[in-house]
């Protein structure tokens, strides 16, 4: 069973970065695309962003210019970089692995921006 351990959220004011960490418990290149999703009370989850097995990336409009998504392939762990918070970014963020038959959550991590 394919693990995936988030790390790296918390409470941050507006304006200020974090990282998040997604470590799987396998070769990152076992699955056909990586990414991050979110989701806040009463809302459901969104896409924020993901990263192919050939490294190319995708973003939702509400965070490019300030989010990037990146991987280490040697540590088999996926990045998530977050600058220029905003409160509307407070949510539990969710990494997910997809592979051809299946997908797998890690158990989120909660991101808090305060104004």
């Known amino acids: 069973q394919v693990q995936l351990v988030e790390s790296g959220g918390g409470l941050v004011q507006v304006g200020g970065s974090l990282r998040l960490s997604c470590a799987a418990s396998e070769s990152i290149f076992s699955f056909n695309v990586m990414g991050w999703y979110r989701q806040d009370a009463g809302r459901q989850r969104e896409l924020v962003a993901t990263?192919?097995?050939?490294?190319?990336?995708n973003y939702a409009d509400s965070v490019k210019g300030r989010f990037t998504i990146s991987r280490d392939s040697a540590k088999n762990t996926v990045f998530l970089q977050m600058n220029s918070l905003k409160p509307e970014d407070t949510a539990v963020y969710y990494c997910q692995a997809r592979s051809v038959l299946r997908v797998y959550w890690g158990q989120g991590s909660q991101v808090t921006v305060s104004s």
């Open positions: 990263i192919t097995d050939r490294g190319s990336a």
